[in-house]
Structure formats: structure tokens, C-alpha cells
């Protein structure tokens, strides 16, 4: 096989030189790393990804192909990838393409054949920065100055563009061949089915899965969805996803989950929907140096009357919520990344309102905080049960 050359220029001009996998051309966004050993299609897929450029720390990329079964969207959201090692031909029953094929397939753009560990260190010691691949400016100087010329992440709203455009119903829940939780569990005892309204930041399709799999009916909206549209639904709860971008860009969001706080209604949020929760509440949010992007980051519970235990999470997220605007604010912290220390849950001092910045949907990933969806449907029951006896 003939590969083709390709590069790897960051915003620091540092070069990286080796060769295309997937589409030709050219692609510029935040050059970010992932230390997960598996998953690679559940990453490239998840709309969280969308703007930025995706290094693999795991040396070998591609062995197990790809499935339609496991992407979280539609195609690809990342803007590209970086690998030490790529396979051609992978190895797995589940396999129905190989990655540099599926990722040819949807006009991605990869380079691979450099040294992931360097380039991993640098962006550790010097912070995620813009970045450009490219297979057809093979000039560093050029593809630099378009580099340049690209926005930073910090203050880029791309929830909206991430979300769906129209309202739909989703009902396909767990695969049962990966379904982990028990089925008492999952299922109403008296068989009434909750209403949840999913506000789309950029939703990956597990957490509709897992919802589905605790017993809910899942409506989900777009980003800018009216807050009296929402409640038209007499949503049980009301779950804020995942998604891309700075967070205090979000403003409508923000509005948005602050008027859905007056519903009184139990609220639910993951990632980009946590740090909306906590803005929405009256925290601000800051730029990660080089972000949490993983499978395997220590979070402990420390609300009042937990078991203080340590959960591995799968986190993907690039800005976090500043602990100290918290103190005094409606919401109080409830886990800590244990790394570094910074705020990975909140809930609300009186509302059923709760959030992490964690993926306890997984996919990839541990299922510590599996849990989370249980107190989302449990705070629904308690909240209708006592609406009714009022």
C-alpha cells in the first residue's frame, strides 16, 4: 500500500509529520487528546467532539472496525484524527468496515505515524490549541497561517449547531446484550410510564438509551426550544445533555434552565447540561488547561449522608464550573475530580435538581454511575407522587 504524506501543524508552529488515513484534505480544530484504550467510534461519533481534532493515546487505533451499533450519532462529529498506528484490516465479529474506510466514508480526515506520546505531552505541558491536518498543504508556513486564522474554542457556542433541528420521540433502549442494571430497578412498580423532555446540546444516543431503559418515554427538543414549548409536555423531568463548545456561550440555554428552575420540575444534566445547570444557578465556568477526556477519571460523591465512594467515570469536557463562584449560589457540590480537584456534581439546595460532568451513560466506559439514571426516575416518582397527594 502507498501511503500518502500528510502533516500535523499546531498554533505554536510545531510540525508533525506522516501519513493520511481516511479522507484527503484538509481539516483545522482544537487539537485535544483521549486516553481511553477502547471505544474509538463511541469518541469519534459523540457530538461533544464537534470543532476539535481528536489524538489517540492508545498506540493502536482501528483493530475492532466499526459498527453501526456503536455510534452515538449519526456519523462522525470530530473534526479529525491522530494515531501512532492505524489497522487496515481489523478484527472483530462485530465488524462491518474499518475505520479508515468508515471515516472515508463521512470525509474525515486522519493522520497517523507520529509520535502521540510527544505530541500528547505538549499539549499537557502547553494546553489544547488549534491545530490543522491536511494532505493537500503539505507547507507548514500555509497550513499554519490557517491555523491562525481559526476561532478559539473559548466563547464558541456550538450546542446549537450540534442539536437536532426537529422534535422526535426516541424509544430504543439499552441493546439488551449490554444491558448491567437490574431489572427492578429499571421498570415502574406500578407500570406509569415517565415523561422526560431531553433538551438536545449535542446528545449522544446512549443516554436516550438509558433513560428509555429506566422506564421513560424521551421527547427530545432542540436547543432552542422554547421553555413554554417544553412544559406543554407536562414533562416528569426534564434532562439537560451533553454537548460541544464553552458553555457560557450557551446564553439561551442558560436562560432556558433558568426559567425551567421556576417549573419546579426534576431537572437532570450531564456535561455541557451540568455546567448550564451550574451557570443557570449562578456559578461561572472556565477553560480546562488540556481537558478530562477519558475513561478512567476518579470522582467522589461527598454530599451530605453519601458513602464518600470514589466512581470511575468517562469524562469528555474541555471547560469546568468554578467551585468558588458556587458559595453562595442555589447549588451546592456534591463530587469532586479527584485529579484536579475540580467540581464533577451539583445539585440544588431545594429543588430535585442534579447534575454531573461526568458520562454515566459510559459508552465507552466504567458503569459506576450507571445509579444516576435510578435517582433521575426515582425523583420523578417522588415529585408526582407528591404532586398527586397535594
Known sequence: MVKQAAILVLADGSCYRGF???????AIGEVVFNTGMTGYQEVLTDPSYSGQIITF??????NTGV?????????????????????????????????????????????????????????????????????????????????????SMQGLNLAQGASTTQIYEWQEPTIAGWEYAEDDAKQPSDGEQLTVVAIDFGVKRNILRRLVSYGCRVIVVPADTPTEKILEYNPDGIFLSNGPGDPAAVTEGVKTAQALLKANKP???????????????GGETFKLKFGHRGLNQPAQNQAENSDRRVEITSQNHGFALDSISLDGSAAQVTHWNLNDKTVAGLEHKELPIFSVQYHPEASPGPHDADYLFEKFVAAMRSHKKSAVSS
Not at 493515546?57 to 482501528?62: H, K, N, Q, R, V
Not at 484524527?81 to 478484527?91: E, H, K, L
Open 267 to 281: 431537572m437532570f444534566g450531564i456535561c455541557l447540561g451540568h455546567q448550564i445547570l451550574g451557570l443557570s444557578m
Open 20 to 26: 493520511a488515513f481516511g479522507a484527503t484534505g484538509t
Open 57 to 62: 493515546t492508545y498506540p493502536e487505533l482501528g
Open 67 to 151: 459498527t453501526p451499533e456503536d455510534e452515538e450519532s449519526d456519523k462522525p462529529k470530530a473534526k479529525g484524527a491522530i494515531a501512532r498506528n492505524i489497522t487496515y484490516v481489523p478484527s472483530n465479529w462485530r465488524s462491518q468496515q474499518s475505520l479508515p474506510d468508515y471515516l472515508k466514508t463521512h470525509n474525515i480526515v486522519g493522520i497517523a505515524g507520529i509520535d502521540t506520546r510527544a505530541l500528547t505531552r505538549k499539549l499537557r505541558s502547553m494546553g489544547a490549541m488549534n491545530g490543522g491536518i491536511s494532505t493537500e498543504i503539505l507547507d507548514p508556513e500555509e497550513l499554519l497561517a490557517k491555523v491562525k486564522s481559526a476561532p
